[in-house]
């Protein structure tokens, strides 16, 4: 397959780990763009809901494709998000072509873009996030309940339906809560100066410009890899979303009996590399003790 060049491509909310995720959609998608840089915009692996039993050889493959990319000389950032906030305690850090920051400030083509994953200003996680992480499991099952559903419908030759979505747009504090989200993260880039600000959190792909009287901004999301299946995609010096279509991927195949271990992901170089950062922060660890 000949892959498209795409010089920034932000993906966040894939929750791998979850089986809401569609990490064969993805693979799929990864395996198809060659992009110049790469920024993992958060809840990327979901350390909330993070199970040993449930980490199926499809969302292996995405993180070796994370990986490959990052071989193949593409610098990878990835900031967490609310899911794996646990990553923050160890920002900033770095092996090989990966890196881990909270935010990003890109300049590209004269436009400044800062990208973060958004969940700071979402005050139902700072202030309640026992209830956030039930939240989460609920969508996570209601997720792949509505997948069973579609399976039935294409069966019956009947359209898919995203009742899954259309109860998460219905409930009139989830609106307002994406509402509120939306209108602090513009009105801090536009304060900031910023031209684009580039978020993921609410699953909910969008370009929209938006303009007041401090100021203009354009706003970006790039939705998720549960239901929306879409990344954000910048090349000939603009940001379009890209979907997700299972025709276009008709021929591709995955092997679900591949259960690569860790050691089998990473190189014997990079492996060698982490170690030694993670013996770093475990000295770091004690010391702070």
Same mark, same amino acid.
């Given at each position: 397959? $000949?892959?498209?060049?795409?010089?920034?491509?932000?993906?966040?909310?894939?929750?791998?780990?979850?089986?809401?995720?569609?990490?064969?959609?993805?693979?799929?998608?990864?395996?198809?763009?060659?992009?110049?840089?790469?920024?993992?915009?958060?809840?990327?692996?979901?350390?909330?809901?993070?199970?040993?039993?449930?980490?199926?050889?499809?969302?292996?493959?995405?993180?070796?494709?994370?990986?490959?990319?990052?071989?193949? =000389?593409?610098?990878?950032?990835?900031?967490?998000?609310?899911?794996?906030?646990?990553?923050?305690?160890?920002?900033?850090?770095?092996?090989?072509?990966?890196?881990?920051?909270?935010?990003?400030?890109?300049?590209?083509? =004269?436009?400044?873009?800062?990208?973060?994953?958004?969940?700071?200003?979402?005050?139902?996680?700072?202030?309640?996030?026992?209830?956030?992480?039930?939240?989460?499991?609920?969508?996570?099952?209601?997720?792949?309940? $509505?997948?069973?559903?579609?399976?039935?419908?294409?069966?019956?030759?009947?359209?898919?339906?995203?009742?899954?979505?259309?109860?998460?747009? =219905?409930?009139?504090?989830?609106?307002?809560?994406?509402? $509120?989200?939306?209108?602090?993260?513009?009105?801090?880039?536009?304060?900031?100066?910023?031209?684009?600000?580039?978020?993921?959190?609410?699953?909910?792909?969008?370009?929209?410009?938006?303009?007041?009287?401090?100021?203009?901004?354009?706003?970006?999301?790039?939705?998720?890899?549960?239901?929306?299946?879409?990344?954000?995609?910048?090349?000939?010096?603009?940001?379009?979303?890209?979907?997700?279509?299972?025709?276009?991927?008709?021929?591709?195949?995955?092997?679900?009996?591949?259960?690569?271990?860790?050691?089998?992901?990473?190189?014997?170089?990079?492996?060698?590399?982490?170690?030694?950062?993670? $013996?770093?922060?475990?000295?770091?660890?004690?010391?702070?003790?």
């Amino acid at each position: 397959m $000949n892959k498209r060049r795409i010089d920034v491509l932000i993906l966040s909310d894939i929750h791998l780990g979850t089986r809401g995720c569609e990490a064969k959609c993805l693979l799929n998608y990864l395996k198809s763009v060659e992009p110049g840089l790469l920024v993992l915009n958060g809840d990327i692996i979901d350390i909330w809901q993070f199970r040993r039993t449930y980490f199926p050889a499809a969302h292996w493959a995405v993180v070796k494709e994370f990986m490959d990319i990052a071989a193949r =000389g593409t610098t990878v950032y990835y900031l967490p998000g609310n899911h794996d906030d646990s990553l923050r305690k160890i920002v900033p850090f770095k092996f090989g072509n990966i890196q881990l920051e909270n935010k990003l400030l890109l300049e590209l083509d =004269g436009k400044r873009v800062w990208i973060f994953h958004g969940d700071v200003y979402d005050g139902s996680i700072t202030h309640g996030r026992w209830v956030a992480k039930i939240a989460g499991r609920c969508y996570d099952s209601l997720v792949v309940f $509505n997948r069973f559903i579609n399976r039935i419908r294409k069966k019956l030759g009947l359209k898919p339906t995203h009742f899954s979505k259309k109860i998460k747009s =219905g409930v009139k504090s989830a609106v307002q809560k994406v509402s $509120n989200f939306e209108t602090k993260a513009i009105e801090v880039a536009i304060e900031k100066g910023y031209d684009f600000v580039a978020c993921g959190h609410i699953h909910r792909p969008q370009i929209k410009e938006v303009e007041t009287e401090k100021g203009k901004v354009t706003y970006l999301n790039s939705g998720d890899w549960m239901e929306n299946l879409t990344a954000l995609e910048y090349s000939d010096g603009a940001w379009t979303i890209y979907s997700y279509e299972e025709e276009d991927y008709s021929g591709a195949e995955f092997d679900d009996n591949l259960d690569p271990s860790l050691a089998d992901l990473i190189n014997s170089t990079e492996l060698e590399e982490i170690q030694e950062q993670i $013996n770093t922060l475990k000295n770091i660890q004690k010391i702070t003790l």
